[in-house]
C-alpha cells in the first residue's frame, strides 16, 4: 500500500508501463469487475485504451472517470451512502442557478442589481442571455468549491471576505446562500470532502475501497483532491503516471517579469520557466505529499540528440539549460518547426485546421505504403504577431500533439519524426 508517482519525459513510455500494470490484475478484484482508472480526459482516455490494446492484445474490464467523478464515487462508497446527484453537481448547477436567478430577478433583489443591469442591457433574448450567466456562474462556484472553499464558508456564515478591491462578492455571497437555503441538508462538495478525509483518516474504519488506482496524465489536481489519494494511498495501491518536461529541478526557476522585477537576468531554460509555471506548482504540490518515487528512466536514454530544431530545443527542456548560442547544422528543409503568421484568432483556427488535415493525411499515407500523400502549398499571410509553441511526436500509431494559442499571434507547428514527446504541457 502506497502512493507511488512514476514520472518520464516520454507519454509514451508511460503508457507502456500502464500497459504492464494492467496485465495482472489486483487481488481482490472479482473477474468481471472493472478497475478504475483516472483521467483529465476523454482524448486521453481514447488514447490510451487504443495503446494498452496495442500493447496488450486487448482493454477491457477498466472504468475511465475523471477525478471529480472517482472522488465523488470513492464518497459514497466509503461513507456507505446510495449514489445520489446534488445540486451543488457540476451539469446540475447551471440549471438551478438559472432558476434562482429567474426568481430573484423577478422579485427586484437589490442584492443582484449589477446581474440585472447585464441581463436587461442587450436586445438579445433574455432567457438566453440568463441561461448563459448561469452557467458562467456555475463554472465559477464549482471552482470555488474545488479551490476557494474557505470563501465560501464564510460567505455561508454570513461573512464577508476582507478584499474589497471585489464588490461582485456581494452578489456572489447572496446567491451562494441562497442556493445553501434552498439545498436543504444537501452537503456541498466541500462537506463531502471533508466527511471522506475523516473516513479515510480513521484506521478502524471498513470503507468499501477498490483494491488498486491508476492516475494518468494529471496536468493539475487540487490540494483537496491530491490529500484524498495521499491518504488512499495509506490503505490501498495508488499510482500516478506523470509526465515530466525535463529531468531536472525545474521549480526554482524565475520568470522574466520576476526576474527583471527583482532587478537581475534569469538563468536557466527560458521557455521552461516562463512557460512551465502550473507544472511548477503541481510538482512542488505534489512532491508536498512525499510519494514513493521509483526510478524510471537512465541517462542513456537522452543521449542522442536528433538534428533537428525541436530536437535541440526538447533537449535543451529536458536538461533545463539555456538554449545555446553555438550554431547547430540543420537540413534545409527541416519541418520540426513551422511558424505562420496570422493577422487574428480566426487565421489561427484556419491555420491549424489546415495543419491537422496535414498530418492526417500523413498518417493515412503511411498505413498504405505506395500511396504518396497529397501536397498542399501555401504562403505565408497576415501580420507578424507573438508565436506559439505546438510540439508534437508521430509514432507508429498516431499523431499527439499539443497546440498552444493566444489571441493575437502565430501558430507554430512542431512535428517530431521519432522518439519521445518531450516538451510537456507547460513546458511547449
Known amino acids: 500500500m502506497a502512493f507511488t508517482l512514476i514520472q518520464h519525459p516520454d507519454l509514451g513510455h508511460l503508457a507502456a508501463l500502464l500497459a504492464r500494470q494492467l496485465r495482472t490484475r489486483p487481488p481482490g478484484l472479482s473477474p468481471l469487475e472493472a478497475e478504475p482508472l483516472v483521467v483529465q480526459t476523454k482524448g486521453m482516455e481514447k488514447w490510451l485504451a487504443l495503446e494498452c490494446a496495442r500493447a496488450n492484445g486487448s482493454y477491457s474490464r477498466v472504468e475511465a472517470l475523471t477525478p471529480v ?5 470513492l464518497g459514497f462508497l466509503a461513507l456507505g451512502q446510495r449514489e445520489d446527484r446534488t445540486v451543488f453537481e457540476k451539469d446540475v448547477l447551471p440549471w438551478a442557478l438559472f432558476r434562482l436567478l429567474g426568481r430573484e430577478l423577478a422579485a427586484q433583489v437589490p442584492e443582484v442589481d449589477e446581474l440585472a443591469r447585464y441581463v436587461n442591457g442587450s436586445h438579445e433574448d433574455k432567457t438566453l442571455r440568463l441561461f448563459s450567466l448561469a452557467r458562467t456562474l456555475a463554472d465559477l462556484f464549482d471552482q470555488y468549491l474545488l479551490y476557494r472553499p ?5 460567505w455561508e456564515t454570513g461573512g464577508r471576505l476582507d478584499m474589497p478591491h471585489r464588490p461582485e462578492q456581494v452578489w456572489q455571497a447572496h446567491l451562494w446562500r441562497r442556493l445553501q437555503s434552498e439545498a436543504g441538508d444537501t452537503p456541498t462538495r466541500a462537506d463531502f470532502f471533508q466527511r471522506l478525509k475523516k473516513r479515510l483518516e480513521d484506521p478502524r474504519s471498513t470503507a468499501n475501497l ?3 488506482v491508476v492516475l494518468f496524465g494529471m496536468s493539475l489536481l487540487p490540494p483537496r483532491f491530491l490529500e484524498v489519494f495521499a491518504l488512499l494511498g495509506e490503505r490501498i495501491d495508488v499510482t500516478l503516471y506523470l509526465q515530466l518536461p525535463s529531468l531536472m ?27 512551465g509555471r502550473t507544472g511548477q506548482e503541481f510538482m512542488d504540490l505534489l512532491l508536498g505529499f512525499a ?5 524510471t528512466w537512465d541517462e542513456r536514454e537522452f543521449a542522442t540528440v536528433r538534428p533537428t530544431l525541436l530536437g535541440h530545443l526538447q533537449d535543451d527542456l529536458l536538461w533545463c539549460r539555456e538554449s545555446q548560442t553555438e550554431p547547430v547544422s540543420l537540413a534545409a528543409d527541416d519541418p520540426s518547426l513551422r511558424i505562420a503568421r496570422c493577422t487574428g484568432p480566426l487565421r489561427e483556427v484556419e491555420v491549424l485546421h489546415d495543419l491537422l488535415l496535414d498530418a492526417l493525411a500523413d498518417v493515412r499515407a503511411a498505413d498504405r505504403p505506395g500511396v504518396p500523400p497529397a501536397v498542399h502549398h501555401r504562403r505565408p499571410v497576415g501580420l507578424a504577431g507573438k508565436p506559439h509553441l505546438a510540439a508534437g511526436s508521430r509514432r507508429s500509431g498516431g499523431w499527439h500533439r499539443g497546440f498552444f494559442s493566444r489571441r493575437a499571434g502565430a501558430v507554430v507547428r512542431g512535428s517530431l519524426r521519432a522518439g519521445w514527446s518531450g516538451v510537456g504541457t507547460d513546458a511547449a
Open 69 to 73: 467523478q472517482f472522488v465523488m464515487k
Open 150 to 154: 474557505q470563501w465560501l464558508e464564510t
Open 210 to 212: 477498490p483494491p488498486r
Open 249 to 275: 529541478y525545474w521549480g526554482d526557476l524565475e520568470s522574466d517579469r520576476r526576474a527583471r522585477q527583482a532587478g537581475r537576468l534569469g538563468t536557466g531554460n527560458r521557455l521552461l520557466a516562463n512557460l
Open 291 to 295: 510519494p514513493h518515487t521509483p526510478d
